[in-house]
């Protein structure tokens, strides 16, 4: 069984920058495909980015460009770092692991553990 925690949200100002970090235990998440999602208040869960294996990536349409996912099977972590941020960036930030390796889903359903989540809010 594999636990994610994620940290580095927080409070921010537009055009900032944060990194946020997903650390697991309890399993390697060197031979899965990575992924962050984001949920505003009222909004559905959305598509951030996903990494796989081999070191494909994958981004929303709305952070293309902005936002930079990396892992470091070394200290079996994931990151997101986050720069030229938005208002609309504001959201709370999961990291969740898919079996599904090499491939990459957009759909929540495709992975099957999940961290708690990390406040990050943007200010304008």
């Known amino acids: 069984q594999v636990q994610l925690v994620e940290s580095g949200g927080g409070l921010v100002q537009a055009g900032g920058s944060l990194r946020l970090s997903c650390a697991a235990s309890g399993r390697a998440l060197s031979s899965y495909t990575m992924g962050w999602f984001r949920q505003a208040p009222g909004k559905a869960r959305e598509f951030v980015a996903a990494l796989t294996a081999s070191g494909a990536t994958r981004y929303g349409d709305s952070v293309k460009g902005r936002f930079t996912i990396s892992r470091d099977n070394a200290k079996n972590t994931v990151y997101l770092q986050m720069n030229s941020l938005k208002a609309e960036d504001t959201a709370v930030y999961y990291c969740?692991?898919?079996?599904?390796?090499?491939?990459?889903?957009?759909?929540?359903?495709?992975?099957?553990?999940w961290g708690q989540g990390t406040q990050v809010t943007v200010s304008s």
């Open positions: 969740a692991r898919s079996p599904s390796s090499p491939y990459i889903y957009t759909a929540p359903t495709y992975y099957n553990a």
